[in-house]
């Protein structure tokens, strides 16, 4: 089956810098990967899609500036919280599709999800 | 807001038993996921069923979908300790891929 690997799978970081997060896809090729975040006993909030070759597309109240995206290849999108806070302290997780649908599922629209990544603003 | 709504948040049963979790959505939608989540870990896909079906079954799985009241639910039967975890449905409108996640439903399953 498809597989998204996301690293690290935690991080510790001081107040002001900034932390890198990778997403790969590992057996296919990925045009359209997302970036969710997850507070503690909450659901996922969407933050962005990312698009191979092109600007990522935020969602309404999330900062660009913030939360830069970079899909430079069709197999990883990385995300990198600039300057965090301890308010970014949060589970980031993110997910891509197989267009194909030739990752051995059977299906072009299930959304394959990395394992996630901790990270703690300090 | 882009959640949709599931209930109940939190479910305790006992091994052997049904746990049935619901979710209601607020837009037309193509597709309705559900996701698995064990604690801190990643998503886990189970089961989708598309706006034109009404039920779908995998294993001790059993989805309905209900577009006129915009609702989904999932069944989990005779359940096992090692479902304990959280549940989440998700909505997916056109083909870019982009999911809309329910609140989710934490699933305890007792020994």
């Known amino acids: 089956g498809a597989v998204v690997s996301q690293h690290p799978s935690w991080v510790i970081c001081k107040s002001g810098t900034s932390v890198k997060i990778e997403c790969r896809s590992l057996d296919f090729q990925a045009t359209t990967m997302f970036w969710y975040r997850q507070f503690p006993k909450q659901s996922l909030m969407l933050m962005a899609t990312?698009?191979?070759?092109?600007?990522?597309?935020?969602e309404q109240g999330v900062e660009k500036d913030k939360f830069l995206i970079n899909h430079a290849s069709l197999t990883l999108s990385t995300l990198t919280v600039t300057s965090a806070h301890p308010e970014d302290s949060s589970f980031y997780i993110c997910s891509a599709r197989d267009p194909q649908g030739r990752a051995g599922v059977g299906s072009n629209t299930e959304a394959f999800f990395g394992q996630g990544t901790r990270l703690t603003v300090v | 807001s882009q959640q949709g709504e599931e209930d109940p948040q939190a479910l305790s049963i006992q091994e052997g038993e049904n746990a049935t979790m619901n979710c209601s959505y607020k837009?037309?939608?193509?597709?309705l996921q559900w996701y698995r989540q064990n604690s801190g870990r990643g998503l886990v896909h189970l089961i989708l069923?598309?706006?034109?079906?009404r039920e779908k079954h995998s294993g001790r799985l059993r989805v309905t979908l209900d577009t006129s009241k915009k609702s989904s639910s999932l069944l989990i039967t005779a359940s096992r300790a090692a479902d304990t975890a959280s549940y989440f449905c998700a909505t997916q409108r056109g083909g870019g891929g982009k999911l809309i996640f329910g609140q989710g439903t934490e699933l305890s399953v007792k020994p």
């Open positions: 990312s698009n191979e070759g092109s600007k990522a597309t935020y």
């Open positions: 069923i598309r706006s034109n079906e």
């Open positions: 837009t037309s939608i193509n597709n």
